[in-house]
């Protein structure tokens, strides 16, 4: 089987991961996860984690975006 999770900029990884424990700290999972490990966390946990990464990141991209196209 491929692996799908090659990333884009490795560079990139610990901050990611730092990024995702803020957010799960942020939805009040923090606990659990030190308590029972992301493999036993739920799929719809975990997917409330990189919902809101994403959401994030898209805000972060736009606001961005708006500060270069005021130059």
């Known amino acids: 089987m491929a692996n799908n999770n090659l990333k884009v900029y490795p560079k990139a990884e610990a901050a990611l991961d730092k990024f995702k ?19 036993n966390m739920t799929t719809r946990e975990v997917g409330k984690i990189g919902g809101h990464m994403v959401k994030k990141l898209i805000a972060k991209a736009e606001e961005t975006l708006a500060e270069e196209d005021k130059s």
Do not use: M, P, R, S
């Open 21 to 39: 424990y803020e957010v799960a700290d942020e939805l009040g999972l923090t606990g659990k996860i030190q308590e029972k490990g992301w493999e």
